[in-house]
């Protein structure tokens, strides 16, 4: 049983490669992921199955594969330390997602907030967008996760692979454990520069590893709309880098200039970002292919355990 193999309690997150990621993503899932993984034993991955849900362009999809792994090394991830992989190279992900499928209802995926909001902003309705709490269900109950650090948007998420963990069972016996979400006060929903929840859809980002002329022109457009000295929104984006008690003086200090205000944000950034892009810049697409190849190898052992036990209990093997 691969559960008896495993020491340390289990922590796993995943980010799609759908796009450049940004700070919201950076603050709400991926340095949580950071902070914690010595402490764990760790699974990062690239979901790039569910970026398939919104994604029809093979060339990007492979850049932005790429670049997820060099951003999470370049943040601070040590490849050695966990396992890190791409969600398609194992192929017990959508296999487990079927099974899920077999047992969670109709009624019950329909409740999902993240499809409804999908589909209002336009998104094609397809069966995988729909299915894709299954998907995700399977990526953490695969290996036996406990804690998975996400923002609060994957919230009702964490509770839909909870209840693929139930009725799987319920159904066939104890199989799989019931994960937590980690999501940290004040960082569980990160602001984009208009306000709203920072997100790719919204065109409100801030991206992490942008150029510094591209970090500045988003955060110069952080909207200002404040009635008193204070401008919120540049206020809450800044919380993430500096702590509140040295805002309150700093931002005292230079009541009503925004632009001087917007100017420490950037520069508060840079001191963040500069080393990490440095990082960023040494690493080579060689090295991506073997960290992915090596994560595989490792993933591939615990997956293919759990999954026999699965397809024992369900009754395909005789
Ligand atoms: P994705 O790729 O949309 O987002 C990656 C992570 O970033 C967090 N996030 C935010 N956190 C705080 N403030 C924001 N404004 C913000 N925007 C994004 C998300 O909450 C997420 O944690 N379904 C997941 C990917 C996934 C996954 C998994 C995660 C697939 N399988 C298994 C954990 C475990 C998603 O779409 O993330």
């Known amino acids: ?34 902070d914690l993984y010595d402490s764990y034993d760790s699974y990062l991955m690239v979901v790039d199955y569910h970026a398939l849900t919104t994604m029809r362009n093979p060339e990007q999809l492979q850049e932005n594969i790429r670049n997820i792994v060099k951003d999470y090394l370049a943040a601070g991830v040590d490849s050695e330390k966990i396992t890190l992989f791409k969600q398609s190279d194992i192929a017990q992900h ?25 589909v209002a902003k336009g998104l094609e309705a397809n069966a995988g967008l729909f299915n894709y709490p299954m998907l995700m269900a399977a990526d953490i109950l695969l290996y036996d996760t406990q804690v998975v650090p996400v923002g609060e948007d994957q919230r009702q998420h964490i509770e839909y692979a909870r209840e693929a963990a139930n009725k799987f069972n319920n159904a066939f016996g104890k199989t799989f454990t019931a994960p937590t979400e980690h999501i940290i006060d004040g960082v569980g929903v990160v602001p984009g520069t208009d306000g709203k929840k920072m997100s790719k ?15 500045s022109k988003a955060v110069m457009g952080i909207v200002t709309d404040s009635f008193g000295g204070r401008p919120e929104n540049v206020y809450a984006i800044h919380t993430l880098f500096r702590p509140e008690s040295e805002l309150d003086a700093l931002y005292e200090e230079k009541e009503g200039n925004y632009k001087a205000l917007k100017e420490v944000l950037i520069e508060d950034m840079e001191m963040l970002v500069a080393p990490m892009r440095e990082r960023r ?15 595989a190898e490792k993933a591939r052992i615990y997956a293919e355990a759990k999954m026999q036990d699965v397809k024992n209990k369900i009754g395909v093997t005789v």
């Not at 859809?201 to 801030?206: E, L, P, R, V």
């Not at 040494?282 to 991506?288: A, K, L, M, R, V």
């Open 1 to 34: 049983m691969p559960s008896i193999m495993q020491e340390k309690k289990r922590l796993l997150t995943g980010l799609q490669p759908s796009g450049t990621l940004h700070i919201g993503n950076y603050f709400g899932a991926l340095k949580p992921f950071i």
């Open 94 to 118: 959508t296999e487990l997602a079927w099974i899920f499928e077999c047992l969670v209802t109709v009624p019950v995926l329909m409740q999902a907030h993240s499809y409804k909001d999908k």
């Open 201 to 215: 859809s919204y065109g409100n980002t801030i991206p992490l590893f942008g150029t510094k002329d591209e970090i």
């Open 281 to 295: 810049d040494g690493i080579t697409d060689e090295q991506i292919r073997e960290v992915l190849a090596s994560g």
